[in-house]
């Protein structure tokens, strides 16, 4: 029995356990050191350089030159509308200063919340309709309407929804004898209220790609693992589990980069940031200032910290997957 | 071999990636190269940028094709833009160097516009066209005047695309029902007579026991301004560089605003009056006293109860005080045809038939002091004291508070923190000692940035 | 075995339909805004059921002028953007995923950071960048960038390439197939789910985008569908004609809709990397 197991979780070792980040450190096979062999390689350097060109270009033109224009912002007193003067550091000295500064990013790091929660139910659902069962493509696309409707359209509609008098959410929870509070008005429960809603809205999105990643998983395994008398329970955790980790580590990712942006939904679900900031995000503070205060140079400044918050953030966890992909040893 | 075949393989494949990306862009190319050289030379374009719903499209779709009429050879491109990023898209043209000819600005950044240069001084342009400014509201005019220093004196940048008066309203139904006399239209209820009304009328009319009428249900935001000046405070001095609300006069004003809701209960007691909910229940006919805005007039023409205007409560002032926004039209200071561009906005402000047809949808009041004055002697159709509207503009209106300053970070610091105190859960006087100094301090960052724009 | 697995179908049968419910109620709210008059919308307690019942803002939306140039340039941004760079991104991905190449982490994660620069600051550069070109008011900036690829499907795919053996190239190689051959024979089959599923979200990004043709856009004949619902909005919300706006979000839906219940096939017809693992 034992021996089954392990043979089953070698197998999968080999598959997953190629390392996202390095490409193929695991499974690749030895570099030969003769002379012909290298300019094979470097042809296929070339071949993979051109191959990435593309998004090179467009990320050096689209890019790294806006980016270069609102850094050299950052350190302006830019109000939009005319020329800049360089005022050194002040934008970040007063960004450091500024007690909103810390509440939107508090705000922002709250909502992600969202984000375990979300990808746990999307995991759920993929698996429920990996099942074969009946009407399969129905739920399939009743779940995603939601990720396709317009984002604008879809907060109106949970702004509605949301209101504390007559909206749906208070509606049904009368039926069962709850009394709701103006969900949007209310300091404690603005924010869970937009989680909330965000996760509704992006549910569909991470159960395709599961699904996807579900499906491309051989049914041998579980076939194998059926024959060992493995449970459902470890059938999810030694195969379902490790399959979908590089599309988790994905969502993850993307996740929290998006997260950190986030904005539209605040804009219009509060538009003045929520009863005493407690909605603000930081790029809708942001964009406060830089549109509506005239002072972007500031937003640009802010802007920056969010951006090397969000970066660190990044290399932290894919340096985190490179280490526990070892672990799988 | 092998060799030859890869570099065949990858220069096929940048070839057919390129020449689908030529296809696709030269296609593009063409379809935006035709539109611009659509003219000859002798055509002169002038772009209008505005923001509006179908009525303001349609008026002034007219007004502009009667000025093309007038002027040959002149055509004018409509930019029509979502209302909520209008400023987005403004800005980001002001950015790339895209200013339109003549486009719509709030009355509260003309001074700023006028600084940075984006903005024309057309107070020639304006005499040259031959134009009477006294047939227009005067405040709508003084409202687009800078001096440089001082906001509502000086040249002329721009003119009314509209004034809004912003009155009060009642349920003129639900007074005869409980046989309180109506408010005399000329004479302003004091505080007191204001909360024995408020009081009387909110009852619980079906004696369920649950209470499903209320008098009011103000938003602070847009209400707050009538109660505090008509008691003789003021959010700043008359410099503009000090914020005064910790005065005891704002404090009772601000106190006695919020007791209406939680001492005196006269209004619904779900937390924060969302406007749009007391919207509601103003309209479903649970509500005695509600502002009212010309724009909100085409609505509520199918209210199931009669409604009227009536001055705001005075304060210890003695004397109303309401708030009047106005958006305004202007020329930009880089348009090649200034004379035809301010022409164009003198058009779109003060045409008959323009303002007749917004007049009829019920969109605003018109910007032409004679037209209005017709309109509101007709005391027949509801609401009946159309007069009230005239009196605002001509008498105790005001700007709203940040109308002079570079931008409204100080109010709506203001505004964001003011939720306990609407709630009851901590005193006006409390709240306003200490949001004073954050409001000055942002108010004094302001006025440097002001200063530096110069 | 075979019962148990029945009544726990059964279950999540249940509970699926009733998290569809919750899924699907606001849309439903929607459509049925947009059946009523103007001032149902604001009807308190508020109505389902649509009464007066009226189709009068469907009428009223198909005879705005706008709204065909709206669907004709949302269509042509739309496709032209994901059809050229769906290719670009997955030449890309295949490349960062398989490939050697030095400093090909590198190269990646920094691609990856054009995501994490928030989007308000780098749209006035860009749209000054693109003014003194002459882009503006064409649906240039739209498209051109989109052509160079999108970093959120490189990344996508090139987790998704994590689980083809690399021996599986080597193989071809050893064949003597060209990159090329590789790329559209063999990989491009296997990837085909992940660019399904990454293709219906990026067309619907571009779809619903709105920003961008927002600053970028006057002339009503090249306003996308997104702005074309968009500007339906007045000045004042109390004058905004909702049952208006919610028939063009509806209208707005259905071809991305179509788009996702071509692509879901796609996705869940995955053979061919089942007959690579064996």
Redesign the interface.
């Known amino acids: 029995m034992a021996s089954h197991r392990c043979l089953l979780l070698k197998g999968v070792k080999s598959m997953s356990g190629i390392n996202p980040v390095v490409g193929t450190k695991d499974v690749k096979p030895k570099k030969p050191k003769k002379q012909k062999s290298s300019a094979l390689y470097k042809q296929e350097h070339r071949v993979a350089f051109l191959f990435v060109l593309a998004p090179v270009i467009g990320f050096l033109l689209f890019s790294v030159y806006p980016f270069a224009y609102s850094i050299y912002a950052s350190f302006t007193d830019w109000n939009g509308l005319n020329r800049m003067n360089f005022i050194g550091l002040d934008n970040f000295v007063k960004l450091f200063q500024d007690p909103y500064f810390y509440q939107t990013l508090y705000n922002t790091v709250f909502y992600m919340i969202g984000i375990p929660i979300g990808l746990g139910l999307a995991l759920l659902l993929a698996i429920a309709l990996n099942r074969g069962l009946r009407g399969t493509t129905f739920f399939r696309t009743v779940y995603y309407i939601p990720v396709i409707s317009s984002l604008a359209a879809i907060s109106i509609m949970w702004a509605w929804a949301y209101n504390g008098d007559f909206g749906l959410v208070n509606q049904v929870l009368e039926v069962f004898g709850i009394k709701g509070p103006n969900w949007l008005e209310n300091k404690a429960t603005v924010k869970p209220a937009i989680i909330l809603m965000a996760v509704w809205k992006g549910l569909g999105y991470s159960m395709l790609l599961y699904l996807a990643a579900i499906q491309s998983v051989s049914k041998s395994f579980y076939e194998a693992a059926d024959l060992d008398g493995a449970n459902s329970y470890q059938k999810f955790l030694n195969i379902t589990w490790p399959m979908v980790k590089p599309v988790t580590f994905f969502l993850v990712i993307t996740n929290i980069i998006g997260g950190f942006q986030i904005f539209t939904e605040i804009n219009i679900m509060t538009p003045t940031g929520g009863p005493e900031y407690s909605a603000a995000s930081i790029v809708w503070y942001v964009w406060q200032k830089a549109f509506k205060y005239y002072q972007m140079g500031y937003g640009s400044a802010m802007s920056l910290i969010l951006f090397v918050f969000i970066f660190i953030v990044t290399v932290i966890q894919f340096y985190l997957n490179r280490k526990s992909d070892y672990s799988l040893d | 071999m092998a060799v030859q075949k890869i570099i065949g393989g990858v220069l096929i494949m940048k070839k057919l990636n390129l020449l689908l990306a030529i296809l696709l862009v030269s296609s593009m190319f063409l379809g935006a190269c035709s539109s611009k050289s659509s003219g000859n030379s002798d055509e002169k374009e002038i772009t209008f940028m505005f923001r509006g719903g179908e009525d303001e499209k349609t008026a002034y779709t007219a007004a502009i094709k009667k000025f093309e009429e007038q002027h040959e050879g002149v055509k004018v491109k409509i930019i029509n833009t979502d209302a909520d990023q209008y400023s987005t898209k403004l800005s980001a043209a002001v950015s790339g160097g895209n200013v339109p000819d003549v486009f719509y600005l709030d009355s509260g950044s003309i001074a700023n516009y006028v600084d940075n240069g984006i903005i024309r001084d057309i107070t020639e342009d304006v005499e040259k066209a031959d134009f009477d400014l006294n047939s227009l509201w005067q405040f709508g005019v003084d409202i687009y005047r800078y001096d440089g220093d001082t906001s509502g004196k000086g040249a002329l940048y721009g003119l009314p695309k509209d004034v809004g008066p912003f009155a009060l309203g009642y349920n003129k139904d639900m007074f005869e029902k409980a046989g309180i006399p109506i408010p005399d239209k000329d004479k302003a209820y004091t505080w007191d007579e204001f909360l024995k009304v408020s009081q009387d009328l909110t009852q619980d009319t079906d004696g369920d026991g649950e209470v499903d009428q209320w008098a009011s249900g103000f938003n602070a935001t847009w209400s707050l301004q009538s109660f505090a000046y008509s008691n003789g405070a003021s959010f700043l001095n008359e410099a503009g560089d000090k914020v005064t609300v910790d005065t005891p006069e704002f404090a009772k004003s601000l106190q006695f605003f919020s007791d209406l809701s939680n001492k005196y209960n006269t209004t619904p007691n779900s937390s924060q009056a969302e406007t749009l909910d007391t919207y509601q229940r103003w309209m479903n006919g649970e509500l005695a006293f509600f502002p009212v805005g010309p724009w909100d007039m085409s609505t509520y023409a199918k209210l199931d109860f009669e409604y009227d205007l009536m001055p705001w409560p005075s304060g210890d002032a003695g004397k109303s005080v309401a708030y009047v926004g106005s958006l305004g039209l202007v020329v930009s200071e880089m348009t090649q045809y200034p004379e035809l561009a301010t022409e164009l906005a003198i058009y779109l402000s003060a045409d008959e038939e323009a303002q007749q047809t917004l007049l009829d949808a019920q969109v605003q009041i018109p910007n032409l002091v004679d037209m209005a004055e017709e309109w509101a002697s007709d005391t027949e159709s509801v609401p009946s004291n159309k007069q009230e509207f005239l009196d605002i503009v001509q008498d105790y209106g005001v700007p709203y508070p940040t109308f002079a300053t570079y931008n409204s970070q100080w109010l709506d610091e203001f505004w964001t923190n003011i939720t306990p105190v609407v709630q009851g859960k901590k005193t006006a006087e409390e709240y306003l000692k200490e949001i004073q100094p954050k409001m000055q301090k942002l108010l004094d960052e302001a006025n440097e940035q002001a200063k530096m724009s110069k | 075995m075979k019962k148990q697995k029945r009544i726990t ?1 059964i279950i ?2 249940v ?2 339909s009733l ?2 419910i ?6 439903l ?2 459509i049925s805004t947009s059946l009523k008059d ?2 149902g919308v ?5 109505q389902w059921i649509p009464d007066p019942f009226q189709f009068d803002a469907y009428t009223k939306l198909f005879q705005l002028d706008t709204l065909g140039y709206g669907i004709k340039n949302t269509i042509i941004v739309s496709l ?1 953007v994901t059809i ?1 760079g769906t ?3 997955s ?2 991905a ?9 400093f ?2 590198w ?1 990646f ?24 070109i002459g ?6 900036p739209l ?3 989109g ?3 999108n ?2 499907m ?3 795919l ?3 390439l ?2 083809v ?3 599986l190239i ?1 193989a071809a190689k050893v064949d ?1 197939a ?4 590789i790329f559209f024979k063999l990989i491009f089959p296997v990837i085909r ?2 660019v ?2 990454q293709f ?2 990026w067309f ?1 990004g571009v779809w ?1 985008d ?2 961008a043709p ?2 970028y856009l ?5 306003q996308t569908l ?2 074309v ?13 909702y049952p208006l ?2 028939a063009g ?1 509806v209208v ?2 259905l071809p ?2 179509i788009v ?2 071509i692509f ?1 096939k796609q ?2 017809e ?1 053979v061919a ?2 007959g690579v ?2």
């Open positions: 179908d999540v049968y509970i699926l998290g569809s919750l899924m699907i109620g606001p849309l709210w929607m103007k001032t604001f009807a308190l307690p508020p032209s050229v290719i670009t991104s030449m890309a295949f490349a960062f995923a398989k490939l050697r190449m030095p090909k982490d190269i994660l920094i691609l990856l950071a054009s995501i994490m620069i928030p989007y308000p600051i780098i749209m006035i550069p860009q749209f000054v960048m693109f003014s003194k882009w503006v008011d064409t649906l240039l498209i051109v960038p052509l160079f690829g970093i959120t490189i990344f996508f090139r987790q998704y994590a689980n053996p690399y021996s080597e003597g060209g990159y090329l051959q789910p992940a399904a599923a219906i979200l619907m619903n709105y920003l927002l600053i006057n002339s009503p004949e090249k997104q702005v619902i968009a500007n339906l909005k007045a000045t004042y919300a109390i004058q905004t004609d706006i919610m979000s707005s839906l991305v809709l996702f219940l879901q996705i869940i995955s990397l089942s693992k064996g």
